[in-house]
């Protein structure tokens, strides 16, 4: 059962402009969100991250979005460059009986055009 | 400073042989998780060792095991191999157990099994 979904696998975007990636869970335990970045033969690389008592986080070019309600997060890239290229993966994490733990979404492709 | 290091980058083994992998925290970073990443199921926990002792489990069969030593390394081990067993298996490490802040992951052993 995927908790952590990322329904879009690709997007493309015009240098410049917004990329916005989606991210929905199932677990209302989830307590924490992150995102991560990965280039191709490179381990995922953290982004951004924010607390399940936020609605907001910015950092840079970087927001991330969470809606809890929706239980719904997103990550706004303005304004995008060729270098964001990468697989997005989003991650939430929890206490569970076996601790604290992480689920991950199964990425979506980024492809910003120059 | 030395970032998370993999080892072997790459393994072709056969069904029914074993394997082990290898991981070498930032110095300095007491907790190590494993993760499997597949195309289809993004990137799932397998458990995660902090000071010796496994702390947190994932859902995967009892093949699956590992473990770490005083200097914080870790080895994962699976044993009797299926075809389904082949993935792109990453090692994250971070200071604290369960830490919120952000995994560092290594660049990944890619497991082909035959």
């Known amino acids: 059962d995927q908790q952590v979904k990322q329904n879009s696998p690709s997007l493309s975007v015009q240098e410049g402009r917004i990329s916005i990636l989606n991210c929905d869970y199932t677990n209302s335990m989830f307590d924490y969100f992150l995102w991560y970045k990965k280039y191709p033969a490179e381990g995922p690389t953290f982004l951004i991250s924010i607390s399940s008592i936020k609605d907001k986080n910015e950092d840079g070019r970087f927001t991330v979005f969470l809606n809890k309600s929706a239980k719904h997060l997103s990550l706004h890239i303005v304004p995008s460059q060729p270098g964001d290229s990468a697989v997005y993966f989003c991650?939430?994490?929890?206490?569970?009986?076996?601790?604290?733990?992480?689920?991950f979404g199964t990425g979506t492709s980024l492809t910003v055009i120059p | 400073k030395a970032g998370v290091t993999q080892t072997p980058r790459y393994l072709i083994k056969t069904r029914g042989q074993q394997v082990t992998l290898s991981c070498s925290p930032i110095s300095g970073h007491r907790s190590v998780s494993w993760y499997q990443q597949t195309p289809g199921q993004g990137l799932q926990f397998l458990f995660e060792y902090f000071s010796e002792t496994q702390r947190n489990k994932g859902n995967f069969p009892g093949r699956f095991s590992g473990r770490q030593f005083s200097n914080s390394r870790s080895e994962m081990n699976v044993s009797t191999l299926e075809l389904g067993d082949s993935a792109l298996y990453l090692c994250?490490?971070?200071?604290?157990?369960?830490?919120?802040?952000?995994?560092?992951f290594g660049s990944g052993t890619r497991l082909t099994v035959v």
């Open positions: 994250a490490s971070s200071l604290q157990q369960g830490s919120n802040y952000g995994y560092t």
């Open positions: 991650a939430a994490s929890g206490y569970f009986s076996t601790g604290n733990q992480f689920y």
